[in-house]
């Protein structure tokens, strides 16, 4: 059974920064995109950053220059590295697996920027 497990969430003031973790239980990881959506209350998700099995990384523009996706394909983890965090940035933060056949997500995991 295939499992994303997210973790680094938290509450953190405007300025602050916090680093989200994806744990993938996947045979082929290293043949997968991988990408972190979020999801505000009432709002739709969304796709905040995504890494290419080559390494090619892409971002939404809210968050260009402030957030970073890594992959650890040894470890078969994903990471965002999200700096300078703003009230807008609150939402739940969703791990994504993606291949030609296969898509996966995991569960969540809570960011609330608040002072």
């Known amino acids: 059974q295939v499992q994303l497990v997210e973790s680094g969430g938290g509450l953190v003031q405007p300025g602050g920064s916090l680093r989200l973790s994806c744990a993938a239980s996947?045979?082929?990881?290293?043949?997968?995109?991988m990408g972190w959506f979020r999801q505000a209350p009432g709002k739709q998700r969304e796709s905040v950053a995504a890494i290419t099995s080559g390494g090619t990384t892409n971002y939404a523009d809210s968050v260009k220059g402030r957030f970073t996706i890594s992959r650890d394909n040894a470890k078969k983890m994903v990471y965002l590295q999200m700096n300078s965090l703003e009230p807008g940035d609150t939402a739940v933060y969703y791990c994504?697996?993606?291949?030609?056949?296969?898509?996966?997500w995991g569960q969540g995991t809570q960011v609330t920027v608040s002072s």
């Open positions: 996947l045979s082929a990881f290293s043949i997968f995109a």
């Open positions: 994504n697996a993606n291949s030609t056949i296969s898509r996966y």
